[in-house]
């Protein structure tokens, strides 16, 4: 069974920085990739970033290239997620995912870490 474990979310200020762990266990198929959602006050979840875990490619949306850099560390099974200059629009709850991207698919998820981005 794979499980997925967010940490590093908090009470941030704009302009600030956060980084974001996930860390897996369990068997994560290397055909996979590790991805980032977000889900607002509004209630929407959001793709925020993905890295294929055979390839290494990234993807981001747009409002967050730039400011936003996805990593993956293979020997401790954990993707990253440095989020700099934060804006208060990036506030929300943030969950970590794994599955085949390719298909549209994400199989596993984590419970979430909260960020919040206010003056």
């Known amino acids: 069974q794979v499980r997925l474990v967010e940490s590093g979310g908090g009470l941030v200020q704009p302009g600030d920085s956060l980084r974001l762990s996930c860390v897996g266990s369990?068997?994560?198929?290397?055909?996979?990739?590790m991805g980032w959602f977000r889900r607002g006050p509004r209630g929407d979840r959001e793709f925020v970033s993905s890295?294929?875990?055979?390839?290494?490619?990234?993807k981001y949306i747009c409002s967050v290239e730039g400011r936003f850099t996805i990593s993956r560390n293979s020997a401790s099974n954990t993707v990253y997620l440095q989020m700099n200059n934060l804006h208060t629009g990036d506030t929300a709850v943030y969950y970590c995912?794994?599955?085949?991207?390719?298909?549209?698919?994400?199989?596993?998820w984590g419970q979430g870490t909260q960020v919040t981005v206010t003056t």
């Open positions: 369990g068997r994560i198929p290397t055909t996979y990739a």
């Open positions: 890295i294929s875990l055979s390839s290494g490619e990234t």
């Open positions: 995912a794994t599955g085949h991207e390719q298909r549209g698919r994400w199989d596993y």
